[in-house]
């Protein structure tokens, strides 16, 4: 972006240059390829001051969306979600009629909210993937419970 400004600058003063030498020129051919230069040069400035006015733009709309975020971020807590792996869940006071749900916690530090959708759901195990990133946890919510003959899980 800062060779941007500065090859913008440079062309308006090359073409300011030519402009203020062209009144001492007398010759038509060297006139009118002065001309030529200069309109170049003009071009090359309005190109660098698009590119500079899309990137301002570009910016701005990412500032918004991380300060939207940033508000929307006070909404969670970080929570062990099993294993040692964290997680922002969201908080009950602050649920809005949404259901309860987790946010990938490197992605959230990337200033993305990216949610942690169930993969497999059984009633020991769930499974959760962030279509975002692709992390992946396994979540143990413990064994089945142990019968006369056994635990069938281990087949005891």
């Known amino acids: 972006m800062v ?32 001309v030529i230069e200069l309109q170049e040069k003009i071009l090359v400035a309005q190109e660098a001051q698009s590119t500079l006015i899309n990137r301002v733009s ?26 040692g792996v964290v997680a922002l869940a969201l908080k009950p006071a602050m649920n809005n009629g949404e259901p ?3 946010i990938c916690a490197d992605c959230a530090a990337n200033g993305k909210k990216s949610y942690l959708q169930p993969h497999i759901r059984g ?11 692709g992390f992946e946890i396994g979540i143990d919510k413990g064994r089945p419970p142990r019968d006369f003959y056994g635990d069938p899980m281990n087949g005891d």
Not at 68 to 75: P, T, V
């Open 123 to 133: 009633p020991y195990y769930d499974q959760y993937k962030c279509n975002a990133c």
């Open 100 to 102: 309860p749900h987790y």
């Open 58 to 83: 570009e910016l701005e709309q990412e500032m918004a969306r991380l300060k939207d975020w940033e508000a929307d971020k006070k909404r969670y807590q970080l929570s062990d979600i099993g294993r």
């Open 3 to 34: 060779a941007e400004v500065f090859a913008g600058l440079s062309a308006i003063k090359t073409a300011f240059d030519i402009a203020k030498g062209l009144k001492d020129i007398d010759d038509v051919a060297r006139r009118n390829a002065a």
